[in-house]
């Protein structure tokens, strides 16, 4: 496993990190569960991002009780804060935060988190609170560093004007070769002012893994049958789509890896991407991901890649 710098934090992370979104605490079964998490470790994995809305509590639940006895500093610990939490929590207030904080750090049994994110921009609260709020909470030494997710390209930049608060470091962004948006503008911006990329569903929901065939249910256990984890790959399971992630095999074959392999490699490209978050729900795939990292691949593969996806 290789590391690389989250933007100008001294967080030293593993390129490829462990997501709960889904799975922990809700779509997989505990035991099994902690096998993945103690499978992570195995593999060199350090970074574990979750977030307080994740069943709602039960992913940090979860994670709390499992890395109880494990030295702290052994594992970067990331969450976040904004989706609702009940019907009167939700937002960026300096309240919410502070109350919402409080709590996670609670479920994940810890006095503090390294990177603490924004889950989306709220426009119902003044940039100014919230940054005052953020600021505050790594004063306190209830977490290090900062960072936002699925922000636009102008609030990012707001922040970053403001002056006396906290920076971010991170943002948390969906990209995939399936979902490219944020080079237009948020990557460009991030990387000229110190904020790295940890990428959410760099595999598209599964998708580029190519266990989705056209014109084929879904295989059975996978995640787009399952009831709580399938809900959101609806937009994906085209079969224009999925016929043209097989046209990626024979390419991904040719760099020697699978292609959930070759797809984690295509996000790991990016310099300003420090991490890619996968989920897993059985130790093996963790494994088959984490030999993504330190892949060295033609660039004229990617290419033939990216001009294959771009007709779809």
């Known amino acids: 496993m290789l590391y690389r710098r989250l933007g100008s934090s001294d967080l030293q992370v593993s390129e490829i990190s462990l997501g709960s979104w889904l799975t922990f605490g809700v779509g997989v079964e505990a035991d099994r569960a902690r096998s993945v998490v103690e499978k992570s470790f195995e593999l060199g994995i350090n ?12 992913a940090e639940e979860f994670l709390g009780e499992t890395l ?66 953020l600021t505050a909470a790594v004063r306190s030494g209830k977490a290090r560093y900062i960072g936002f997710s699925e922000w636009p390209a102008e609030r990012i930049r707001e922040a970053l ?24 503008d948020v990557i460009p ?12 569903s760099p595999l598209a929901q599964g998708v580029l893994t190519g266990k989705y065939k056209p014109g084929s249910p879904p295989p059975a256990g996978s995640r787009a049958t399952s009831e709580e984890m399938g809900g959101f790959i609806g937009w994906l399971m085209r079969d224009e789509t999925l016929g043209a992630v097989q046209r990626l095999a024979p390419l991904a074959a040719e760099a020697g890896l699978s292609l959930a392999q070759f797809a984690l490699a295509w996000v790991l490209r990016e310099p300003n991407v420090a991490s890619a978050i996968v989920g897993a729900s059985r ?30």
């Open 68 to 133: 109880k006895d494990r030295a702290r500093d052994s594992y970067v610990l990331a969450t976040k804060v904004y989706f609702p939490m009940s019907a009167t929590d939700r937002g960026l207030s300096r309240a919410q935060i502070e109350k919402q904080l409080d709590a996670s750090l609670k479920r994940l049994r810890t006095d503090y988190v390294d990177l603490y994110q924004c889950h989306r921009y709220d426009e119902e609260t003044p940039l100014e609170e919230t940054m005052a709020a």
């Open 283 to 312: 130790p093996e795939q963790l494994a088959e991901n984490a030999a993504a990292s330190g892949a060295k691949v033609d660039p004229a593969l990617f290419a033939q890649a990216e001009e294959i996806l771009s007709q779809i």
């Open 189 to 200: 911006l991030c990387a000229e002012n110190g904020i790295s990329q940890i990428v959410w």
């Open 161 to 184: 004007d403001m002056a006396g608060v906290e920076k971010f470091v991170s943002s948390q962004p969906q990209y995939s070769l399936l979902w490219r948006h944020p080079e237009s």
């Open 47 to 58: 970074f574990i991002d979750t977030a307080n809305v994740y069943g709602r509590g039960a």
